[in-house]
């Protein structure tokens, strides 16, 4: 590992606020749907918060992600905003897409957010069409498409990692690898041994790297964003972690190993990284619990924001469906 | 006498105009590239030795992958005509069209859109058997956020093509492959259609026949034939099939109070069905007979010619289906 890859202490603390942004809107998220507040189905990245906050700090606004129904980590990290993000998922008309998406299509291009699926697999191929304007206009923007282990196996996923190799599309395809496709284990639905192995099916580079490591996980994004800027084509990272929330919330976990999710929870990712940052000198303890309360303080901003937001209107049905409204 | 060009040549012209227009139109598809000849009928012929290959790009047998690409660009601002060869082929990209660019508009509230074109060729007659051939316009139809349209002639071919062009909504425009040799008068460069208007191509005051596509050139010689036996048809083209022209189909239908609805895709559950639903609702008490349909029999596209012959609807289907209506 290159010196001059590792972050420094800016970046750093960068990458905690988006992990502890993300942890924390995950936490009061689940407790306004479990409370009523809410009305939602919900797929929480609870266990997952690093990847894409140590993609997001590779990224500039003008840089494009496209991802999945369980991506309000990539969305939050990438920087869309929190208020917004609420209010869709309440349904409200204040929301990002004036509640007409909800959780699964949250999109804000101001940010870069350009398209969240609820089709697994399908942020590749359009991924590659964001990379492939950002070719024709020659802006050096770079794409990020989001997935999953389970996407993996799906056909869009294979047809867009072989044109995007053939066509040198500047895309980062980081699948984060939870071990599990909704309720099935990794073993029993994926022949490769690891994803990234796949890459080499498609003359891409191809990286396993442990998704809830800060520091791996950053220097695996950089050297990928950093070649897809500069014209040299796609990277497929494979990053490992875990699903600590199940596949939607409310799932009883009855698939999953219970001494595999007991340790990848003991394991935590997000107070790991805090003390880490402590133990290593790159934190004061006061100084990450002023961002923590300031995050916090945002997100309480953010539910009294959703609950005191209009419902849309029903003429909201006909606008939208085209340019024109509909009669 | 006025220049004839066939439906290649037109839809050729249409593409070359419009990408000289504007540096925003793209066009993408298999072997679409001169180095692969501009398709296997040359409708793209040109282009890529004028536009370059980044702006006509050759892609991979891959019709997720087509279409990911094609809508991530429209997503940001491009204008891409994406040819997917052989409207059956749709169906193995039908996630990207039906989940994606039909919908992405009204799921991000508006912030953003797909400006597509996707251009697919069908139609049997050739021998081609069941899976090269079918007529499924029905089934985009029936997607809120798509609008299809198919021309007639060259000269609509043109037209059709710059208007779904300029769209700002994705647009499927349908080429019937048997009679892309056909002639017709050449188009006036630079005309762009409006979507959703209709055309009356013969006007009748005892029957409306209700076309769109290779089968507007059967109700013509129909039309002849019963006009020897004293009956006249009017020829109502809709060349934008969804947003159909209720206006113009209402007003045929009140005058002539007979309607025959053709078209070659198989009748159950068609277009037919909708327009016949349409009438009656709005022109029960004007109608003198039950509004009629004709289409292919309800089987897979056969292959033996006299099968082929025997699934497709024929003059005397339409001549009988018309007199039905003066019984």
Redesign the interface.
């Given at each position: 590992m290159k010196e001059t890859q590792q972050p420094d202490r800016e970046v750093l603390l960068d990458m905690y606020r988006r992990v502890n942004l993300i942890y924390q809107n995950d936490e009061r998220l689940r407790s306004a749907i479990r409370s009523g507040k809410i009305a939602t189905t919900y797929y929480s990245p609870r266990g997952q918060e690093v990847i894409p906050a140590a993609v997001s700090v590779n990224l500039t606004d003008e840089d494009y992600i496209?991802t999945i129904y369980r991506g309000v980590h990539d969305m939050l990290a990438k920087g869309a905003p929190v208020k917004e993000i609420w209010a869709e998922i309440g349904g409200r008309a204040t929301?990002?897409?004036?509640?007409?998406?909800g959780p699964m299509?949250i999109?804000?291009?101001a940010t870069g957010v350009?398209?969240t699926?609820?089709?697994v697999g399908?942020s590749?191929?359009?991924?590659?069409?964001?990379?492939?304007?950002s070719?024709?206009r020659d802006d050096k923007r770079v794409?990020v498409a989001y997935f999953g282990d389970g996407a993996s196996n799906i056909?869009?996923v294979h047809?867009?990692m072989?044109?995007a190799a053939?066509?040198k599309f500047p895309v980062v395809f980081v699948c984060q690898n939870n071990g599990y496709g909704e309720h099935t284990h990794y073993s029993l639905s994926t022949s490769a041994r690891q994803i990234s192995d796949r890459a080499a099916g498609y003359q891409m580079p191809g990286v396993t790297v442990d998704g809830n490591d800060p520091v791996a996980m950053y220097v695996a994004a950089k050297e990928a964003i950093d070649r897809a800027r500069n014209g040299d084509g796609p990277t497929l990272i494979e990053a490992k972690t875990f699903r600590f929330m199940g596949h939607v919330l409310g799932d009883a976990d009855g698939y999953m190993d219970k001494e595999e999710k007991k340790q990848a929870m003991a394991n935590d990712p997000v107070p790991r990284f805090r003390q880490w940052m402590l133990d290593q000198g790159h934190a004061q303890e006061e100084q990450l619990a002023e961002m923590e309360a300031a995050i916090t303080a945002e997100i309480d901003e953010a539910l009294a924001f959703t609950l005191s937001s209009p419902m849309p209107d029903v003429a909201e049905l006909k606008?939208?469906?085209?340019?024109e409204e509909l009669n | 006498m006025s220049a004839k060009v066939n439906f290649i040549q037109a839809i050729n012209m249409a593409l070359d105009d419009a990408m000289a227009e504007d540096d925003g139109v793209l066009v993408l598809g298999e072997d679409v590239a001169d180095p692969q000849e501009g398709g296997i009928a040359g409708v793209t012929k040109g282009l890529s030795s004028k536009y370059g290959e980044l702006r006509v790009m050759s892609t991979p047998i891959a019709e997720q992958a087509i279409m990911g690409a094609a809508i991530g660009a429209a997503i940001t601002g491009f204008r891409p005509v994406a040819e997917i060869m052989l409207m059956n082929f749709t169906t193995v990209a039908m996630d990207m069209i039906i989940n994606h660019a039909a919908k992405l508009r009204f799921m991000s509230g508006g912030q953003t859109s797909v400006p597509l074109t996707i251009r697919t060729m069908t139609g049997a007659g050739f021998g081609n058997g069941g899976q090269h051939c079918d007529y499924l316009e029905a089934w985009f139809a029936h997607t809120a956020g798509l609008k299809v349209v198919t021309p007639s002639s060259p000269a609509d071919a043109y037209a059709l093509m710059r208007a779904c062009i300029a769209d700002e909504d994705p647009c499927l425009f349908i080429e019937n492959l048997p009679s892309y040799w056909v002639q017709g008068d050449a188009p006036e460069r630079g005309t762009v259609a409006e979507l959703g208007k209709a055309k009356v191509l013969r006007e009748g005051s005892d029957v409306s026949l209700i076309s769109y596509g290779r089968t507007i050139s059967d109700c013509l010689v129909v039309a002849e034939q019963l006009a020897e036996e004293g009956i006249q048809a009017e020829i109502v083209d809709l060349r934008t099939i969804a947003p159909y022209d209720k206006a113009t189909v209402a007003a045929s239908v009140e005058k002539t109070g007979r309607c025959v609805i053709v078209h070659e895709a198989v009748t159950p559950f068609g277009v037919g069905a909708e327009i016949a639903a349409y009438l009656q609702d709005e022109l029960f008490g004007s109608l003198h007979a039950p509004v009629k349909r004709v289409g292919s029999v309800f089987s897979p596209v056969p292959f033996s010619k006299p099968l082929e012959t025997a699934f497709l609807p024929s003059h005397d289907d339409v001549i009988s289906a018309v007199k039905s209506t003066f019984k």
């Open positions: 496209c929301g990002t897409c004036k509640g007409k998406g299509h999109t804000h291009p350009m398209v699926t609820g089709i399908s590749l191929p359009i991924a590659n069409g964001l990379a492939w304007a070719q024709l794409t056909g869009a047809e867009a072989n044109m053939v066509k606008r939208d469906v085209f340019a | -």
